[in-house]
């Protein structure tokens, strides 16, 4: 596997990502994939074993579902061997302060 640094943070991250929009299945994102955690697990642990250390999410994908399993999936694994990026700015919610880049939105997702 190949990795780079990632700006100035000294992480080096795999230049192959395993993007997440597809677990879960719920909501609009149903259309997209409907992998549980089962699969999930088999996913991540193939990428793991080829060296892939970045997890590509969102809590809007399949309404929080995918974070969830990736994080059930991950339950086991050594600390610190798999970088997450996860992305917060869409509206999770009706409320004026479920969507954005605030502080507030941030911590909340």
Do not use: W
Request: charged fraction near 25%; hydrophobic fraction near 35%; aromatic fraction near 4%.
């Amino acid at each position: 596997m190949e990795y780079r640094q990632l700006g100035r943070s000294g992480l080096k991250v795999s230049t192959i990502t395993l993007g997440t929009m597809t677990m879960g299945g719920k909501g609009k994102f149903a259309s997209v994939g409907e992998v549980g955690l089962n699969d999930a697990r088999r996913q991540i642990d193939m990428c793991i074993e080829a060296g892939v250390n970045l997890i590509d999410t969102a809590d809007v994908y399949s309404n929080g579902a995918s974070e969830e399993i990736v994080g059930e999936a991950l339950g086991g694994k050594r600390p610190g061997a798999v970088l997450i990026a996860t992305k917060a700015r869409f509206p999770m919610g009706d409320g004026p302060n479920d969507r954005g880049l605030s502080r507030h939105h941030l911590i909340q997702a």
